[in-house]
């Protein structure tokens, strides 16, 4: 499909018209994505994939609150032409929406998007260049993980006269190295492919698989932790999707208490899709510019991020965090940013632990309550005994249930200094790779309910 986009977008909406008459509203999307992907196994690159396309989506709503989507791959006029015939007659199918917010104002945007040319252009052999590196940086031990890039340019018209362009990139580089079945984990996402240091990321990964070498178990029990960066982001994560989310609020399963002091002064937390450094689109599918919602502030929850049905049933608007599924999962924060602290680095904050754990990354997390937003899961990669200030011993697996809330409670945190961007999303997705930008955290307690395989 070569049409330019707002070809495609404007061909949809007169098919829409002439339909459909004056009565209808309707928001037509057109992205064109490029997501190339560079796996290795055993040291080797082992597949190296890349997928094109332009796909045009379609939001109807007639009789005031029947709506339906729908999307295509074909941009022929023909194809445009089903594609406003099929979304009608399953939009007049659909029962009415008595809350169904319509269409928003026309608004400028904040900001075009921070696509890099570069990273858009970035070949095979860039990427197996950065696989190379990796790997030769690991001396020797086994590797495996990814290289991804990925680029986005949409173009969203609407109805109401909306009409906005926008563009982003993404790039990541997630790698293991294993050592007699201990593992060590690297990984760093950007807007940029040439801010990845792979070398630096097998390095790492290599050093901890060196000294996870002969994990021992241990008890369980409520543990100081101090989690890196990687874990830190499946924090933050649960937390933006289950407590900051509006619909979480809307339905009763957030137990944030907005304006009291939940958290620890140490905490504060944003999400801005656009900021210099932001992977996503400055605009979200309901054609609401993007902007900077600041979530926590010194430890106070402040805001939350919404869409325009959420943010009608809460009494404000939108904050721009609609897309294809938050009718579903709610509007969710997509670049989110945790401020560092005064902790220093890693190894600061570890020789401030009297007796605790070092925690690489979590996996396999799952909610258990959602209201105190209660996680079990499994450590991997990575877990050792600390003692006087000191790494001590390589742990093996363990599972822990935690309340992430709890966890962050006043007098619990202590935050790094250093900020250490990784990817969100470690899989193949066509919108790219989401960018949380955390540090480490030191956290008083954290409950190990015990030790696992794997």
Not at 216 to 225: E, L, M, Q, S, W
Not at 260 to 288: H, N, Y
Not at 427 to 451: C, D, E, H, K, Q
Request: glycine share 12%; with cysteine; net charge negative.
């Amino acid at each position: 499909m070569s049409q330019p986009l707002d070809d495609l977008v404007s061909a949809v909406l007169d098919e829409v018209r002439r339909q459909t008459g004056a009565d209808a509203a309707a928001t037509v999307r057109a992205e064109s994505t490029a997501l190339a992907l560079t796996r290795f196994a055993g040291s080797a690159i082992h597949q190296n994939v890349a997928d094109e396309r332009t796909t045009v989506h379609l939001q109807l709503t007639v009789d005031g609150g029947r709506t339906a989507s729908a999307s295509t791959t074909r941009g022929r006029e023909d194809a445009l032409v089903d594609l406003v015939a099929a979304t009608l007659a399953a939009a007049r199918l659909t029962p009415r929406d008595p809350a169904w917010p319509g269409l928003g104002e026309p608004a400028p945007l904040v900001s075009a998007g921070n696509p890099d040319p570069a990273t858009a252009e970035a070949s095979p052999a860039d990427r197996a260049a950065a696989v190379a590196a990796f790997v030769e940086a690991a001396g020797g031990l086994s590797t495996a993980g990814y290289v991804q890039t990925s680029s986005l340019t949409a173009v969203l018209a609407d109805t109401a006269g909306q009409h906005v362009h926008g563009a982003a990139t993404s790039a990541a580089c997630d790698g293991i190295a294993r050592l007699f079945g201990a593992d060590g984990v690297a990984r760093s996402a950007s807007r940029r492919f040439a801010d990845l240091d792979c070398a630096a990321l097998g390095a790492r990964a290599a050093a901890k698989a060196r000294a996870g070498v002969d994990a021992a178990p241990v008890d369980p029990g409520v543990y100081t932790v101090v989690l890196e960066p990687a874990a830190v982001t499946d924090v933050v994560a649960g937390l933006a999707a289950g407590q900051f989310n509006g619909k979480a609020v809307v339905d009763g399963t957030s137990g944030l208490r907005l304006g009291e002091q939940q958290f620890d002064a140490a905490v504060s937390l944003v999400d801005d899709p656009v900021g210099p450094e932001a992977t996503g689109l400055p605009f979200d599918v309901e054609g609401t510019p993007a902007r900077r919602t600041e979530l926590v502030r010194a430890g106070m929850p402040v805001g939350l991020t919404t869409d325009r049905r959420v943010a009608a049933t809460l009494g404000g608007r939108s904050t721009g965090h609609a897309s294809d599924t938050s009718a579903t999962t709610g509007p969710v924060a997509g670049d989110p940013a945790l401020a560092p602290g005064d902790g220093g680095t890693v190894d600061d904050l570890v020789a401030g632990l009297e007796r605790g754990l070092l925690v690489s990354d979590f996996w396999y997390t799952r909610v258990v309550d959602p209201k105190r937003s209660v996680w079990t899961g499994l450590t991997r990669n990575g877990v050792w005994l600390v003692e006087g200030g000191q790494v001590v011993a390589p742990v093996s697996t363990l599972r822990f249930t935690q309340s992430y809330l709890e966890a962050l409670a006043p007098g619990a945190v202590a935050v790094g200094s250093v900020v250490d961007p990784q990817p969100g999303r470690l899989t193949m997705t066509y919108s790219g790779t989401n960018r949380f930008a955390v540090p480490a955290l030191r956290l008083a307690g954290w409950n190990i309910t015990g030790n696992a395989t794997g």
